[in-house]
């Protein structure tokens, strides 16, 4: 089955405290991207990779990390995660920009206390 | 600077209604349109997609159109049922300022009750 796959799905951390959550998928898309979704404020864009090894920012970068070392994962990291991370994380994928659907992974609910 | 909006932001109506919900963008210059379901803390499930030549999309119940002149979309939802509550979302992709992303609405919030 084509998906987008999120782990974990719910994470409670405290500050500081380094973490991860993953993102692939399995349909060979080149396009990657991270959004956060809050009350009021809607979905808004963390960062993208248009293919392998190529990385930019989105709209609220500030304290995320990203890497795109193989083409179906797209981890989004926090080195030092604060309580105003705390979100609804979605990872999306599309075959290439432009005219291309983009896909959307379940989501990553995160709290950092 | 594309901005979208979605009009009303909450709306309920009972089973076997026909509705509309709206769209605006305030960019005309965009690949497509694309359309969305949000159940409450999960994930986006895409429902249709307009891409910037078409004038509108169906499946099944839903049909989308596209006016890119006056920089409208709708969603049409035929005969409502229960299941069909949840929030709908559109986001356009524009040319340029962002091309790299989606601009999405705030959401239209859905109850369709028996």
């Known amino acids: 089955e084509a998906q987008v796959t999120q782990n974990p799905r719910y994470l409670i951390t405290v500050t500081g405290k380094k973490l991860t959550v993953t993102c692939s998928q399995n349909m060979n898309h080149e396009y990657m991207s991270w959004y956060r979704q809050d009350p009021g404020l809607g979905l808004r864009q963390i960062y993208y990779?248009?293919?392998?090894?190529?990385?930019d920012k989105g709209d609220v970068p500030e304290g995320y990390k990203v890497s795109r070392k193989e083409k179906r994962n797209f981890p989004l990291i926090l080195e030092s995660p604060s309580p105003n991370q705390t979100s609804l994380y979605f990872c999306?994928?599309?075959?290439?920009?432009?005219?291309?659907?983009?896909?959307f992974g379940p989501g990553t609910r995160l709290t950092v206390l | 600077k594309q901005e979208v909006t979605q009009i009303p932001a909450a709306l309920s109506v009972p089973e076997g209604e026909n509705l509309v919900l709206n769209c605006s963008f305030t960019?005309?210059?965009?690949?497509?349109l694309q359309w969305f379901r949000q159940d409450p803390g999960k994930g986006l499930t895409s429902l249709l997609l307009i891409q910037s030549s078409q004038r509108e999309q169906t499946s099944g119940r839903l049909n989308a159109s596209l006016d890119k002149s006056s920089g409208r979309s709708t969603l049409y939802i035929a005969a409502s049922q229960p299941g069909d509550s949840a929030t709908y979302l559109c986001a356009a992709r524009p040319f340029s300022g962002g091309y790299n992303k989606l601009i999405f609405g705030a959401g239209t919030r859905l109850a369709v009750h028996p």
């Open positions: 990779s248009m293919n392998v090894e190529v990385t």
């Open positions: 999306a994928s599309s075959f290439r920009l432009g005219y291309n659907e983009q896909f």
């Open positions: 960019d005309s210059a965009i690949y497509n």
